[in-house]
């Protein structure tokens, strides 16, 4: 399938995302979402930087994944997602709608700000 990219706007920054054609204006609304629990932070914590904030931001929509999924009735998984087409769903005032191959890439981008943070730390 074809390639387009996508650039989304988080805390003023742009970042350019890679997505399947037709799927440009899906992975604008999430980072629209992604954005709005950011700016959320920033009200509740200041401009404490971008991958602290995107950590964050993670943090709190794995959180919801996970509610819904205990909603739902759906048995909690242990740091791995099924490999197939199957949809992890979390709802709140909008609905974000990710497949596994997506919640998988967003856990490792997550780890990867984690580790960025950690060492950040460090020095």
């Known amino acids: ?13 742009p970042y350019q995302m890679g997505c399947d054609v037709g799927q440009e204006s ?3 609304e999430m980072g629209r979402n992604v954005d709005a629990i950011v700016q959320q932070l920033v009200g509740s ?6 991958a602290r904030l995107l950590a964050m931001a993670g943090l709190i929509l794995s959180d919801q994944v ?3 999924n205990q909603q739902a009735g759906v048995a909690p998984r242990q ?3 099924s490999s197939g087409d199957e ?6 005032e909008n609905t974000v709608t990710l497949t ?7 856990v490792n ?5 984690a580790q960025t943070i950690e060492h950040l730390a460090q020095s």
């Open 66 to 68: 996970e509610s819904a």
């Open 109 to 113: 981008q997550i780890t990867l700000m």
């Open 26 to 28: 899906h992975i604008e």
């Open 100 to 106: 596994t191959e997506q919640m998988d890439n967003l």
């Open 87 to 92: 949809l992890v769903t979390a709802q709140e």
């Open 45 to 50: 914590v200041g401009q404490i930087g971008d």
């Open 1 to 13: 399938m074809s390639q387009s990219t996508v650039t989304v706007r988080i805390n003023g920054q």
């Open 79 to 81: 740091n791995s997602y």
